[in-house]
């Protein structure tokens, strides 16, 4: 029998910062132990239920609206949440949040000159040149969050080091939770 946690763990922070390589991570472990998990990740809702958005305020505004309803109906459902969104202003947090209700914040803390290292697809040089409009960290802002549950920085930390401690935080494995079952 799956074990069920009704809440959203969503990640924030610049593009490259490790988001989705940490949510994945973080999703095979909670798979292996025991519990009924999905992730949501900005680029895959992008280029599918929400491809009829752009970047502009009011765009990114609707594609984070429409996903913590979505991440909403799975809580309802039992299933636990794992959500990777760039989500760049405390104000867009505040709207989700209040859509899904149960709700943690981990911000993925990554300087923006490592977020450009890391950057395989060239987004931010792209950005830089102008091609790309209403680029995050570049030309569109990022505002650090004003009230994170939980902090990982990954560039002081590996992706294991970062997701054991959001486990820990959790107390996932351990008697008491943070989280209601």
Not at 49 to 54: I, P, V
Not at 61 to 77: G, M, P, Q, T
């Amino acid at each position: 029998m799956k074990k069920t946690l009704r809440t959203t763990l969503w990640f924030t922070g610049l593009p490259c910062s490790g988001k989705t390589t940490l949510a994945k991570r973080l999703k095979d472990q909670l798979d292996r132990k025991g519990f009924d998990t999905t992730h949501l990740d900005g680029d895959e809702i992008r280029e599918s239920l929400n491809k009829d958005l752009g970047f502009s305020e009011e765009d990114r505004k609707e594609n984070l609206r429409r996903v913590a309803h979505i991440a909403k109906l799975f809580n309802r459902s039992g299933i636990f949440v794992i959500a990777s969104f760039v989500s760049p202003t405390n104000d867009l947090r505040k709207m989700v949040k209040k859509i899904i209700g149960d709700f943690k914040l981990v911000y993925v803390k990554c300087d923006i000159d490592e977020c450009k290292k890391r950057d395989t697809k060239g987004m931010y040089k792209r950005a830089r040149l102008g091609e790309i409009p209403e680029f995050t960290g570049i030309s569109a802002p990022f505002e650090e969050p004003d009230s994170a549950d939980m902090v990982v920085d990954t560039r002081r930390n590996n992706i294991e080091e970062c997701v054991k401690m959001v486990l820990d935080k959790l107390n996932i494995g351990s008697q008491k939770r943070i989280l209601t079952t």
